[in-house]
């Protein structure tokens, strides 16, 4: 049997612990300009919010439950005083990001993730379909040479295969982007959403805010249509779905064709959900 020498042994334990606990940034390195011209990473930070008093970083990614969780940080940050004030969150998006040095000592990191299918879906519906100011922008991304009703989901998919128009909004740009680190200590999934509750609350001692039921650009609380194809459907024409508190299954809103287009654009995406999660919770793999 080798004999233990902890003065020599207790120091390497030490500094192995060390090396593992040094949060590396995924887009730093690309570009060897000062950090501050890094778009890539400048973008990433300014959506890792700060959790101040549990030293925890959050990465918010847009139609992953971030209204719900932005909700839940500003109240354990001392901003609002219950989830009656949530529409808070909206005019302050980027209040809580993370300074560099903040970044570099949370002690805990956490972001949810979505099947990229699924959340491609769920901006349509909820921007596209709903008029929203989204739909405006998209439209200026066309240089206005498309009407609203020209959008359907479709139409939309195959845009997506112009990164200019891919990567024009947060509520559809890549899930990877908002990423600020190379590894979090818990990667969620949407698909999954009691794990995050129980595993935020053991982890860091906060309790979610549950606002879905508050907002009008979710799923939750709809009825959903699986008897048909919806990809061709006039966006009006899904609008009075909506309006009726229907809408169409996301597996309704594709086709053979338009699952491979949406593999191909969001192929990083899908490699980090499969990675990170289940895949039993990805639409198509």
Known sequence: ????????????????????????????NESYNNLNQNSKHKFAQSHALNIFGKEAIYSFIPKNACSTLRTTIAYANGCIRDKSDFNWIHKNNHTFSATLSELARAKYTFTILRCPFARLVSAYLDKIVSRDTVAWNYIDLHNRKIDIEDITFDFFVRSMSKPNIRDGDIHWRPQIDFLVYEEYDDYFCLENFSK???????????????VRP???HTSYGFNLID???????K???LLKYKLNRAL????NMYNDE???????AYSDDISLYQ???????????
């Open 227 to 233: 008897d048909n194809d919806f990809s061709n459907i």
């Open 235 to 237: 966006p009006f024409e």
């Open 214 to 216: 508050l907002t009008s």
């Open 248 to 251: 169409p299954h996301p597996k």
């Open 196 to 210: 995050v509750e129980t595993v935020l609350r053991d982890r860091i001692g906060i309790d979610i805010i549950d």
């Open 258 to 264: 338009l699952i491979e287009l949406t593999k191909k």
């Open 275 to 285: 990675s990170k999660i289940d895949r039993k919770t990805l639409m198509y793999s």
């Open 1 to 28: 049997m080798v004999a233990f020498h902890p003065t020599i042994e207790l120091p390497i334990l030490w500094f192995i612990r060390k090396i593992k606990m040094i949060r590396f940034f995924r887009y730093s």
